[in-house]
C-alpha cells in the first residue's frame, strides 16, 4: 500500500468519524464544534483531490460561516430556551441506524459503480474542456457556473435570497441576542480587525479577480467578506439595525439581478437568451454577486434586516 | 540535502504540534490549554511553513507561508487571549458567589 493512499484512506476515516460525531453527538455545542471541524477536514480532501475551487469554498462556507451561524443560533437558543439548549441528545431511535444503513448502502453503490465504469468519450466534463478555450475563460469551475450552467447559478443566488427572506419572515417578531464579543473595546481585538479587515477585502477582490483563471471566484470571495463582516459584528464597528434601508436591500438583490440581467441582455443584441457575451460581463456578475453573498451571509448572522455603523 | 533538511523541519514541526495536542487534551485547567496550544502549535507550524517553503524553492512561496504563520499567530495570540479573559471573568463572578 503506497504512502499515497494511507494519507487518503486515514483523511476518508478522519471524516466519517467527524461526521459520526456531528450525528451523534451527546451535546448541541459539541455537534457544532465538530461539524466546523468536519468542514476543515472536508476541505483538506478537495485539496487532495484537486478541486481548489471548492476546498475554498468549503473552508470558507462550510467550515467557517456556518460554524459561525451554527453559533450564533446555538448562543441564541441559549437565550430564548436554556433547557433545550443544554439537553443531552436522546438515545437514538432504531429508524435512524436502518436509514443509516441505507445511506451507506447507497453511497457503497454508487462508489462501486463508479469505480467500475469506464471512461466514456464525449460527456459533459470533456466537451467543456473542449469549448472552454473559445470562452476565454482559464477557470473551467467558473466557465461550468457561469457559462455553460449559468441557469442553476442563478437558481443557486435565488436560493440564497429566499433563504435570507425565509429566516426574515421567521424572525420578524423574536428579539434576537445581538452576537457581540465580551471585550471588543481591548486594543489586542481592535488591533485583529485594524489588520485583518484590509487583508480580507484585499485578498476576496483579488479572488474574484482571478476567478476567470485560477480557483475562485464569488463565492469564495463574497463568503470571505461575510467572514469580515461577521467580524465587524463581533467587534461592534457594525451593529445589526432593526429599519431596513434602501442601500441593503439593493446589495441584496444584486447578484440575482445581475445573472437575470446576464441571461437577457444577448436578447436585445438579437443573439439567444444567455448566448455568452464575453470575460467583462462576467466579471460584473460576479461582482455583484459578491456583494450579495458577503451581504446576505452578513446579515443572516445579525439576525436584522439591516446594519449600522457602531462605536468605532 | 535541501530534502533531508525539510524532512528535519517537518518531523520536528510534527513534534511540536503533537506536544500541544497532548497538552491540550492532557492539562488540567484552561490556562495551561491554552499555553500548550498557543505556544507549542505556533512553533510547529512556522517549522513547518520552514520546510514548506524550502521544499517550494520560491520566494513568493516562502512570503506567502510566511504571511499565513503570521495571521495564524495572530489569530491565536487574540482567541486565547480573549478564551483565557472570559474564563477568568466568569471564575471571578462565581468566586464572588459564594
Known amino acids: ?312 | 540535502m535541501i530534502d533531508m533538511l525539510a524532512l528535519v523541519f517537518l518531523i520536528s514541526g510534527c513534534f511540536f504540534i503533537f506536544a500541544g495536542t497532548m497538552g491540550m487534551l492532557r492539562l488540567p485547567d484552561v490556562y495551561c490549554r491554552l499555553h500548550a496550544l498557543t505556544k507549542a502549535d505556533n512553533l510547529g507550524l512556522l517549522l513547518i511553513c520552514v520546510a514548506l517553503s524550502l521544499l517550494g524553492g520560491r520566494v513568493r512561496v516562502a512570503l506567502l507561508l510566511l504571511l499565513i504563520w503570521l495571521l495564524a499567530l495572530l489569530a491565536s495570540t487574540v482567541s486565547a487571549h480573549l478564551i483565557a479573559r472570559h474564563s477568568r471573568a466568569r471564575q471571578v463572578s462565581e468566586g464572588d458567589n459564594e
Open chain 1, 1 to 312: 500500500m503506497s504512502a499515497q493512499l494511507v494519507i487518503d484512506v486515514l483523511l476518508g476515516l478522519i471524516l466519517v468519524g467527524l461526521a459520526a460525531q456531528v450525528a451523534i453527538g451527546q451535546h448541541l455545542f459539541r455537534a457544532i464544534v465538530f461539524y466546523v471541524a468536519f468542514g476543515l477536514a472536508m476541505a483538506v480532501i478537495w485539496a487532495r483531490l484537486g478541486a481548489p475551487d471548492l476546498a475554498l469554498a468549503d473552508a470558507a462556507i462550510g467550515a467557517g460561516l456556518t460554524g459561525a451561524l451554527m453559533m450564533v443560533a446555538f448562543r441564541r437558543l441559549v437565550e430564548i430556551d436554556p433547557k433545550q439548549a443544554q439537553a443531552q441528545a436522546t438515545r437514538g431511535s432504531a429508524l435512524a441506524v436502518v436509514i443509516a444503513v441505507l445511506a451507506a448502502g447507497m453511497v457503497a453503490t454508487i462508489g462501486l459503480t463508479a469505480l467500475m465504469l469506464e471512461e466514456q468519450p464525449g460527456v459533459a466534463g470533456l466537451q467543456v474542456m473542449a469549448t472552454l478555450e473559445e470562452t476565454g475563460l482559464g477557470n473551467p469551475v467558473t466557465g461550468v457556473l457561469l457559462v455553460f450552467r449559468g441557469f442553476d447559478t442563478l437558481i443557486e443566488m435565488t436560493v440564497l435570497l429566499t433563504a435570507f427572506i425565509g429566516s426574515r419572515v421567521m424572525t420578524t417578531h423574536s428579539r434576537l441576542y445581538v452576537a457581540t464579543l465580551a471585550g471588543f473595546q481591548l486594543p489586542l481585538v481592535r488591533t485583529l480587525v485594524a489588520v485583518i479587515l484590509p487583508l480580507a477585502s484585499m485578498v476576496g477582490i483579488h479572488l474574484l479577480w482571478i476567478g476567470s483563471d485560477q480557483p475562485g471566484g464569488a463565492f469564495q470571495a463574497g463568503s470571505l467578506l461575510a467572514g469580515a463582516g461577521v467580524l465587524l459584528l463581533l467587534t461592534g464597528t457594525l451593529l445589526p439595525a432593526s429599519k431596513s434601508r434602501a442601500l441593503v436591500r439593493l446589495t441584496l438583490v444584486a447578484g440575482v439581478s445581475a445573472l437575470c440581467v446576464l441571461v437577457l441582455a444577448p436578447i436585445l443584441r438579437g443573439q439567444v437568451a444567455m448566448a455568452y457575451l464575453g470575460r467583462g460581463s462576467l466579471l460584473f456578475a460576479e461582482a455583484l454577486m459578491m456583494i450579495s453573498i458577503a451581504t446576505t451571509l452578513t446579515l443572516l448572522f445579525a439576525g436584522r434586516p439591516s446594519l449600522k455603523w457602531g462605536r468605532t
